[in-house]
C-alpha cells in the first residue's frame, strides 16, 4: 500500500468511529503502539519546533534503512506522531519526496487539535519527510516498517 493509501485508510477507519470520543480513543491507542523513545533521544537536536508541547521526532538508519521514532509530551499528539510512523515508515525516497501530507487538512484534525497544535504536526510532518530524505539520500534505501 503506498503512501496514499495509507494515509486515505487512517482517514476511512477515524470516520468509521463517527462520534469524537471513540475518534480520541483511537489515537490514544495509537500512542500506546508507538516505537519506544530512548530517553537519549530527548535532545534539542530532535525537537520540533512550533509545536503547542515538546515534541520529538528522530530517524536513525540501520542496516540501509530509515527508521522513524516519535514522542510527545502529550497522549493525543502522541498518537499523531504514531501515525506518520505508519505513513512514513517502510517508503522509498522517492516516494516519500513525492508525498503530500493532507491529514492534517480533515475536519477530524481540525476537531480534535487546536490550531497551534495542527501547526506543530505540521513542522513535525515536514520535519520527519526532511529526515527521512536525509537518511535515505540517493541510495535506493527504504524506510523500516
Not at 43 to 68: F, I, K, Q, Y
Request: glycine content about 8%; hydrophobic content about 40%.
Amino acid at each position: 500500500m503506498d503512501m496514499e493509501q495509507t494515509q486515505a485508510d487512517i482517514l476511512k477507519d477515524l470516520h468509521e468511529l463517527g462520534d469524537s470520543s471513540s475518534q480520541y480513543s483511537y489515537l490514544i491507542e495509537c500512542a500506546a503502539e508507538c516505537e519506544p523513545f530512548g530517553e537519549d533521544l530527548h535532545t534539542d537536536e530532535n525537537l520540533v519546533r512550533d509545536c503547542a508541547v515538546r515534541t520529538w521526532v528522530c530517524v536513525e538508519r540501520h542496516a540501509g534503512r530509515a527508521v522513524l521514532v516519535g514522542d510527545s509530551e502529550s497522549v493525543i499528539v502522541r498518537g499523531a506522531i504514531a501515525l506518520l510512523e505508519e505513513i512514513f515508515n517502510g517508503r522509498s525516497a522517492g516516494e516519500v519526496a513525492r508525498f503530500e501530507f493532507k491529514l492534517l487538512d480533515d475536519e477530524m484534525f481540525t476537531k480534535h487539535f487546536s490550531p497551534k497544535q495542527r501547526i506543530g504536526l505540521a513542522q513535525a510532518a515536514a520535519t520527519v519527510k526532511q529526515l527521512m530524505l536525509g537518511a535515505l539520500g540517493d541510495d535506493g534505501a527504504t524506510v523500516d516498517s
